[in-house]
């Protein structure tokens, strides 16, 4: 009997989709989805055109593989948070830093799954691509929230409902990573960030610390 098995795309390949999906990922954070010419993304990523839709197909499905790319970097530097011996605090902890680290290091995904910076697409890909960012968010949050459960089970923080606890952390690591992009004079840089950030978590590990 005969084996068959996937081919591995070769390193021209994955060379290529990833630099389309850079350049991608710059255009739309600056410009949006509707402004965007696939020709554009071709110049931007010096291919030809027609290299976008031979690995992509269309801007939609372009747009579609730039979101799941985003919620697989986010996913992977999140599980960075959890396991190798720490206590559920620890974890806690870690999890703040690691999506600080992704917002960081990833500025254009952070962007757009987690602020909705890019202005969606239309029809149905708009409700498809919202429901994976939904799904992902909910897994991503619901593991803070089981780690404030079990932190709270082990008489280490007093965390009554760790589910709308884990929902304001998210959305309080948002709201102040987001503030690097203020066009105005209350924007944070690097260094200012990590003390804002730092002052919140004391805040608070102080609030959830058994009394």
């Known amino acids: 009997m005969t084996r068959h098995t996937a081919r591995r795309p070769d390193r021209r390949t994955v060379a290529t989709t990833a630099t389309i999906?850079?350049?991608a990922q710059l255009l739309f954070t600056e410009r949006g989805f509707h402004a965007v010419t696939m020709d554009a993304i071709a110049a931007e990523a010096d291919v030809a055109v027609g290299s976008i839709?031979?690995?992509?197909?269309?801007?939609?499905?372009?747009?579609?593989?730039l979101v799941e790319r985003a919620l697989e970097l986010n996913e992977q530097?999140?599980?960075?948070a959890y396991g190798g011996g720490r206590t559920p605090v620890q974890e806690l902890v870690a999890a703040?830093?690691?999506?600080c680290r992704f917002s960081l290091e990833y500025p254009g995904h952070f962007r757009m799954i987690a602020l909705r910076a890019v202005a969606?697409?239309?029809?149905?890909?708009?409700?498809?691509?919202?429901?994976r960012i939904a799904d992902k968010v909910e897994t991503l949050v619901g593991q803070v929230a089981d780690a404030l459960r079990r932190a709270?089970?082990?008489?280490?923080?007093?965390?009554?409902?760790?589910?709308?606890t884990s929902v304001f952390l998210w959305s309080a690591w948002n709201g102040v990573l987001s503030a690097r992009w203020r066009p105005d004079r209350l924007a944070l840089d690097g260094a200012e960030l990590a003390r804002v950030l730092e002052?919140?978590?004391?805040?608070v590990m102080r609030g959830l610390?058994?009394?």
């Open 209 to 211: 610390r058994v009394a």
């Open 120 to 131: 969606m697409p239309p029809g149905d890909l708009a409700g498809e691509v919202e429901q």
């Open 96 to 99: 703040s830093d690691a999506y």
């Open 152 to 164: 709270h089970d082990a008489g280490e923080i007093d965390c009554p409902d760790p589910g709308r």
């Open 199 to 203: 002052i919140g978590r004391d805040i």
């Open 77 to 80: 530097v999140m599980a960075q």
């Open 21 to 23: 999906l850079e350049a």
């Open 53 to 65: 839709y031979h690995h992509f197909g269309n801007k939609d499905s372009l747009y579609l593989a």
